[in-house]
């Protein structure tokens, strides 16, 4: 579990600026809005103008490098680069971040006016500390990695003590122990796909599958009654949607319409759900024109909802949602962004106000509302320490090998251990005697209904958790998720500003939350696709491994890789780890599935007959991939380099 790379998605200028796509020709979405593109001498992207006639402008210097970025509202952020060509100062309006790195280009730290992140590698290039300085806190926050002969992760040591972690002969996690000595244990099936987690509170999940691999039960039980603390029950069309769905509360249904959208979900009687019956229909592109709650959706030609039956809504140029009126009762609520389009700011109708902020990485590490602040720390991209305004620590939080995998949560003396469903949303929490504490339910697109121990409706989380669907953060102040780029409003199943990433995102639509899918975005093995700006992680990753010589299979002591080595050590140093395949069985390995339309993403690995490689839309049009060649190491490919037509995969994460 080598998940920690010292590289986040938003050290990344491309995550926050940069081109986002190569394009000769204008993109035209299936209502005819045209997306155009312009292009200097050496094809590199100048110019991008969305359907309402906003622009986004990018220059270069003499080496290819991104220099600068206006955006539509007319605000510049500037790059400088060292002799390497290595990202150096990121000019903004609010401060300069600047980067600093060791001599083989691992990130040595990197530095804004919020504070200071610094990082160690051992000879492998491996993390084996980071130092998180800001000034919000009453101190620096140091954790520190070791890691085995394979890469894998084996302590991750916090100023909370020590967790530890052990595998088996196939590189897969097998237990975990928290600072807490509370151990966590993990079997796999023959095929790699988890069947049982064992919670050190006398509960376990267990996992069913179907013939074609697809989750058909997770099941939480307490052991020494066999009793449910939750469970779900999956049913399948051919196409491979949810049509079903069975919990403690009954059976819940789902519809969908050609495009494997979902257009209708009903939740049984004994549910405490507001609505039972949800009908939702869509145009074209992805916007949802009605719901059974709101109707009268209306979007501009850059797919911005404008308004509903409940509600009026405005943008800026950038696409970033920056105002809410409620029509029966004129409540406003207003948003404001950083000139990197992270919402740092909401001002609700009683005039309240919540802020944010945000580390060099782009990760929030603040909340203050009226409520009172909470502070976060992080190992990568998890929270593992909330403290309070006042820097108290509230609560620690033990994660499990996936991305978004919340195990444990202890407040003072008690633990709570995470119960999740098949995508990953918080369902119950246990306590120390498996005892059911809270529970959640959620409307089709994540709306959540919070209940106490005994069942009863409550406003939010009374024991503080923070994670609930797909076990991202919700804000319940402003009824808002955190998805690390933007937030995302369940109440109307649409992001609240643009993808960060553009058009190599999942959708032209880019508002639409996982196309419209959320009951069956998951892989038949219950995964779920990696996004654009982990695919920057791997890509970041790649970039570092440039120049690495050509070896036949891998060697550690020579430091070098063929192809299919290299994507397989570069994607677990990213913290997306699999096992191994050659070019000859990779097509077969369970943690990817061909790309939608065969259309890469930043990350994806480009399969040929013999040969494959990482896809980096930074490259240039004609080499886009990076890859192992025997003459030259690794370095830029271009896609005719072999023979055959390419073959796009993406990883699922767990």
Request: aromatic share 12%.
């Amino acid at each position: 579990m080598s998940r920690m790379t010292g590289i986040n998605f938003n050290t990344i200028p491309a995550m926050r600026g940069m081109p986002d796509v190569f394009c000769l020709f204008p993109v035209k979405d299936a209502k005819s809005q045209t997306t155009t593109f312009q292009y200097d001498l050496q094809k590199r992207l100048t110019e991008v103008r969305n359907p309402v006639n906003q622009a986004k402008t990018f220059t270069y210097d003499k080496k290819g490098n991104l220099t600068g970025v206006t955006d539509a509202k007319g605000v510049t952020i500037t790059f400088d680069y060292d002799v390497m060509d290595r990202l150096t100062v990121k000019h903004l309006p609010e401060g300069d971040v600047s980067y600093t790195y060791d001599v083989v280009g691992n990130l040595l730290s990197v530095t804004s006016p919020e504070g200071q992140l610094t990082f160690a590698y051992d000879a492998l290039n491996r993390v084996t500390q980071t130092t998180q300085r800001f000034p919000l806190y009453a101190s620096p926050y140091t954790l520190s990695y070791a890691y085995d002969a394979n890469g894998n992760r084996t302590q991750m040591t916090s100023p909370w003590g020590t967790t530890n972690y052990t595998y088996d002969s196939l590189n897969r996690l097998i237990s975990l122990t928290n600072p807490d000595a509370k151990t966590v244990t993990f079997a796999y099936d023959a095929a790699g796909k988890r069947t049982k987690m064992t919670y050190p509170n006398g509960t376990e999940t267990t996992y069913a599958y179907d013939a074609a691999s697809q989750l058909t039960q997770i099941l939480h039980r307490k052991t020494a009654d066999n009793t449910a603390i939750a469970f779900a029950n999956y049913n399948y069309d051919q196409a491979g949607n949810r049509t079903s769905m069975q919990d403690l509360a009954g059976t819940h249904s789902y519809g969908y319409d050609d495009l494997h959208r979902l257009i209708t979900a009903d939740h049984p009687a004994q549910s405490n759900l507001v609505v039972k019956n949800e009908v939702f229909n869509y145009d074209a592109v992805g916007n949802r024109l009605s719901d059974a709650v709101m109707t009268g959706y209306q979007h501009n030609a850059a797919n911005r909802l404008t308004e509903n039956s409940s509600y009026t809504y405005t943008y800026d140029a950038n696409g970033n949602l920056t105002g809410q009126t409620e029509r029966a009762t004129n409540a406003h609520t207003e948003y404001g962004y950083t000139s990197e389009n992270q919402l740092k700011q909401v001002t609700l109708p009683d005039s309240s106000v919540v802020s944010f902020k945000y580390d060099p990485l782009g990760r929030r590490i603040e909340k203050v509302s009226a409520s009172g602040g909470t502070r976060y720390v992080y190992d990568n991209e998890d929270i593992i320490a909330a403290l309070d305004g006042n820097n108290t620590l509230t609560q620690t939080i033990t994660h499990g090998p996936g991305i978004d995998e919340p195990l444990i949560m202890k407040k003072g003396q008690d633990n709570h251990y995470y119960h999740a469903d098949g995508v990953g949303s918080v369902t119950a929490l246990s306590g120390n005697n498996g005892s059911i504490v809270e529970t959640i339910e959620y409307q089709a697109y994540g709306k959540p209904t919070f209940k106490d121990a005994v069942g009863v409706v409550i406003p939010d989380s009374a024991m503080g958790n923070l994670y609930s669907y797909t076990a991202r953060e919700y804000d319940y102040e402003t009824g808002m998720f955190y998805y690390r780029a933007r937030y995302y409003a369940g109440e109307t199943g649409r992001f609240m500003q643009e993808d960060p990433v553009g058009l190599y995102g999942n959708s032209i639509n880019l508002y639409a939350y996982v196309l419209n899918s959320p009951i069956k975005w998951v892989d038949p093995v219950g995964l779920v696709s990696i996004t654009p700006e982990e695919g920057m992680r791997i890509v970041a990753r790649a970039r570092i491994w440039r120049g690495t010589p050509y070896r036949k299979g891998w060697s550690i002591r020579k430091k070098g890789a063929d192809c299919s080595w290299s994507t397989w050590r570069i994607y677990g140093e990213s913290g997306f780890e699999y096992l191994y395949s050659s070019t000859e069985f990779f097509a077969k390995n369970p943690r990817f599935k061909p790309a939608p339309n065969n259309v890469p993403q930043a990350g994806d690995v480009a399969l040929f007959n013999g040969h494959m490689g990482i896809f980096d839309p930074d490259l240039e049009p004609m080499m886009p991939i990076w890859s192992a060649t025997i003459t030259k190491g690794y370095r830029p490919s271009s896609l005719d380099w072999f023979d055959g037509s390419v073959q796009w995969y993406r990883y699922d994460k767990p």
